[in-house]
């Protein structure tokens, strides 16, 4: 049965389609991943389907009374309140049932026989209700979720207001994976995960009973959760009802189909126009010709089929520095309170590093602290001399009502207009894409300016905090390909496994 139904979807933004005439359907129990390049048009279409969004064109019809479950990393919550107090909003109704209970039981002894036959019986059914539900179990159900996300159960009694930006989005998540909705929304869930906890996501959604469809660009997660991928292709919906393998192989012979099918229709254009020209003029030939005119122009014409290009990062490099580029002496990282153990380490010369750890650990901290940013609470650290550092920063601090065109005349002040938008253009932001506000570009879009800014700059040590949040399988490669080619130090913080092992770096893990 068709838990969701997408009919001739169209729908443009800041000047832009993203979606023309898409269909596509969900089923019940459909476990569905959504896939595209950067700016394809993943979140919009989820903001569609949420109703977040109104379609310019078309229809978004669900089933009666499904409830939908949606992924709002950004969701605007009441600071003041407690994590245990916003988490247990979920079952608010069944804690009232039990209030119900309790009171009719307690008002018993105060009843005439009919009426408290009707009160008992009242209870006892909301009780088996309670039964049903599960309600005994909510605690367990908690536990489960918290841990499951990297948190300890105290942080039920810590407002959410003090709560750092990735720990409230796992907040956010868990309310989300407790309300057991009919379908869940997630876009990027696994954005603020490190590795041990995307392995738990992933074993709960295998085995969620319902449906979901999931966001993301971390390709290793996609294969172990899909049963069907939707993707988004030349601005529609295809539905393929297989894992994520089936998806990889079928693309390509559809590829390989939709190319052979527009190659065959355009020679057989060519020929009819060719005998057009030829028979238009001559008196004997004309109404066949124009025979000919008609029917050509009732063909629906075939769009040229358009693979993603490969794309081709590059970090420009400065010059050589000695041996030992940054020395690590019993430092301790954090704010008011040392978050690890003093650590001591040095990276020499061409390393390629790695640090890996558990969420709030103090990945970024420790790299903002060596940076200078955020002081040590004691112990030291020393660059050598020759160390030129260029740094991508996790948090995006542009001013995203200009265009990226605009940041990039401002940042590259020595460049000219075709220059910036061939520089853009090989980091996949075409010119449309470079004309509009930072505000409208996608998250991927938007690592990819801020990584072309960085090819600008030369360097011996490059320090990427968590680059390949939301970029592309493509972009991704890119990335890596530029990490290794680098001949000098290379610093990435990355919770991404396939990523970092793909690198082959050295691993300094980070333990609380």
Request: charged share 25%; proline share 3%.
């Amino acid at each position: 049965m068709s838990l969701l139904e997408v009919s001739n979807l169209s729908f443009r933004y800041d000047n832009n389609d993203l979606l023309i005439d898409a269909n596509v359907r969900l089923f019940l129990g459909d476990h569905a991943v959504l896939v595209g390049p950067n700016g394809a048009g993943k979140t919009t279409l989820m903001n569609l389907l949420n109703k977040n969004l109104s379609p310019d064109k078309g229809s978004i019809t669900w089933l009666p009374n499904i409830k939908v479950g949606y992924l709002d990393q950004y969701a605007k919550i009441d600071k003041n309140i407690t994590v245990g107090d916003y988490l247990l909003t979920v079952f608010k109704p069944l804690f009232d049932k039990e209030l119900e209970m309790e009171t009719l039981y307690q008002s018993v002894g105060t009843l005439e026989d009919i009426q408290m036959e009707r009160a008992l019986n009242n209870a006892a059914a909301i009780g088996d209700m309670l039964i049903e539900k599960d309600f005994y179990a909510i605690k367990s159900k908690l536990g489960n979720i918290i841990h499951g996300l990297g948190l300890e159960m105290s942080i039920l009694d810590s407002p959410i207001k003090q709560l750092s930006g990735g720990m409230r989005a796992k907040i956010i998540l868990g309310k989300l994976l407790l309300d057991e909705s009919d379908i869940l929304l997630l876009d990027e869930p696994t954005n603020f995960l490190d590795i041990k906890h995307i392995d738990w996501l992933t074993k709960f959604l295998q085995n969620y009973p319902k449906a979901f469809l999931v966001v993301s660009h971390d390709e290793a997660f996609l294969r172990d959760i899909a049963d069907t991928v939707i993707a988004v292709e030349n601005k529609g919906l295809t539905r393929y009802k297989g894992n994520f393998e089936y998806y990889l192989s079928e693309r390509e012979i559809r590829f390989q189909m939709s190319e052979k099918a527009f190659v065959a229709q355009q020679k057989f254009i060519q020929k009819q126009e060719t005998f057009i020209a030829k028979n238009i003029v001559r008196a004997s030939t004309t109404k066949q010709a124009q025979s000919v005119r008609t029917k050509l122009e009732k063909i629906e014409k075939l769009g040229k089929p358009v693979k993603q290009k490969e794309l081709k990062f590059h970090f420009p490099f400065a010059k050589d520095t000695g041996r030992d580029v940054l020395t690590i002496s019993d430092l301790e990282i954090g704010y008011t309170k040392a978050l690890l153990k003093p650590i001591d380490y040095i990276i020499r010369k061409n390393e390629k590093v790695i640090i890996t750890g558990k969420n709030g650990v103090g990945k970024s901290t420790l790299v903002k602290t060596v940076l200078g940013l955020i002081k040590p609470i004691s112990g030291s650290f020393k660059w050598i001399d020759t160390a030129n550092i260029s740094y991508f920063e996790q948090e995006f601090t542009f001013n995203q009502e200009r265009t990226a065109s605009e940041l990039c005349f401002e940042v590259l002040q020595d460049m000219d207009h075709k220059k910036v938008y061939s520089l853009l253009a090989r980091f996949g932001i075409s010119r449309e894409m470079a004309d509009r506000k930072l505000s409208s570009l996608s998250g991927g879009q938007k690592t990819k300016v801020r990584l072309a800014l960085m090819s600008q700059r030369k360097s011996n040590v490059i320090i990427l905090d968590e680059p390949t949040n939301h970029l592309d399988q493509i972009a991704k490669d890119a990335l890596r390909k530029a990490i290794m080619e680098f001949p000098g130090v290379a610093i990435i913080v990355s919770h991404d496994k396939a990523f970092h092992d793909e690198l082959g770096a050295l691993e300094l893990e980070l333990k609380g």
